[in-house]
Antibody
């Protein structure tokens, strides 16, 4: 059974950093591109970033370029999102997703609240 | 960026009805269009991919279609379990984008 389990969310002050993790199981992690998708409270879904199956390519939405870094450790079957210089508008639930056809499996989500 | 204009934003329908939700792509996306269902407090669930392909385990009451730049999700024989928010999504090119969502209520 495919499972994606996020961790690392919580309350953080504006300008500070936070790192999210997503532990994957039930599939061959290094065969798939992986992504982070967020959803602000009562809002729609927004794609945040994608990393290729081998980590060689990364893609970001404009609003997080230069502030967020997506990475992966295939030996640990774990996806990461390093979020720096956080802003109040980054407040959202962040989902880890397997980018199969295209987002065929999602984690349960982790809430990130950016507030002083 | 490719804009996905989704309509309606909300709708209410009765048990057994047939409903259609539509997304208009601002430029060509081929058939790189998927639909997700999201229940309150839950993560999205893939329903349709490639514009018309039903994900494994999704009831055949759900179907997807395309007419030019218009993509539609149709749900036949509505049941209470179909209540939720439906999102369209283009994965033709980066940045990947979603529609604004359609909230479906079953009367």
């Amino acid at each position: 059974e495919v499972q994606l389990v996020e961790s690392g969310g919580g309350l953080v002050q504006p300008g500070r950093s936070m790192k999210l993790s997503c532990a994957a199981s039930g599939f061959t992690f290094n065969n798939y591109d992986m992504a982070w998708v967020c959803q602000a409270p009562k809002k729609g879904l927004e794609w945040v970033a994608t990393i290729s199956y081998d980590g060689s390519s990364t893609y970001y939405r404009d609003s997080v370029k230069g502030r967020f870094t997506i990475s992966r450790d295939n030996a640990k079957s774990t996806l990461y999102l390093q979020m720096d210089s956080l802003r109040s508008e980054d407040t959202a639930t962040y989902y880890c997703a397997r980018q199969g056809r295209p987002f065929d499996y999602w984690g349960q989500g982790v809430m990130v609240t950016v507030s002083s | 960026d490719i804009q996905m204009t989704q309509s309606p934003s909300s709708m209410s329908a009765s048990l057994g009805d047939t409903v259609t939700i539509t997304c208009l792509a601002s430029q060509d996306i081929g058939n790189y269009l998927s639909w997700y269902q999201q229940k309150p407090g839950k993560s999205p669930k893939l329903m349709i991919y490639g514009a018309t392909n039903l994900e494994d385990g999704v009831p055949s009451r759900f179907s997807g279609s395309r007419s030019g730049s218009d993509y539609s999700l149709t749900i036949n024989s509505l049941g209470y379990d179909d209540e939720g928010i439906y999102h369209c999504h283009q994965y033709y090119e980066y940045p990947l984008t979603f529609g604004s969502g359609t909230k479906l209520e079953i009367k």
